[in-house]
């Protein structure tokens, strides 16, 4: 099992941009699957963008040229740069790293309101 811990949530305005991080504890990170789930009130968790260990990378359709997913593996962190936020981006956002079991971050609030 691994500890996630996301931060760099917040208020922001439409055309505004966040960088939301997500630290893991235990090993070995370099080896997992991470990412992004994103939701909104009323609404089912969905897949935002993910990681491979290799880097491969995936993104929602609503979210492609807008976020970018990186991670850094010496600091076992994954990243979520989102550029060009609209209203609709507002949601819980949720880290997750896959090893066989999937381990999930407490979630982070992005609210895009003028």
Do not use: H
Not at 56 to 62: G, I, R
Not at 73 to 96: G, R, S
Request: hydrophobic content about 30%; some cysteine.
């Amino acid at each position: 099992q691994v500890q996630l811990v996301e931060s760099g949530g917040g208020l922001v305005q439409p055309g505004g941009t966040l960088t939301l991080t997500c630290a893991a504890s235990g090993r070995p990170f370099s080896l997992r699957a991470m990412g992004w789930y994103s939701q909104a009130p009323g609404k089912q968790r969905e897949l935002v963008a993910s990681i491979s260990s290799t880097r491969n990378t995936f993104y929602a359709d609503s979210v492609k040229g807008r976020f970018t997913i990186s991670r850094d593996n010496a600091k076992n962190t994954v990243y979520l740069q989102m550029n060009n936020l609209k209203p609709e981006d507002t949601a819980v956002y949720y880290c997750y790293a896959d090893l066989g079991v999937r381990s999930w971050g407490q979630g982070t609030q992005v609210t895009v309101s003028s």
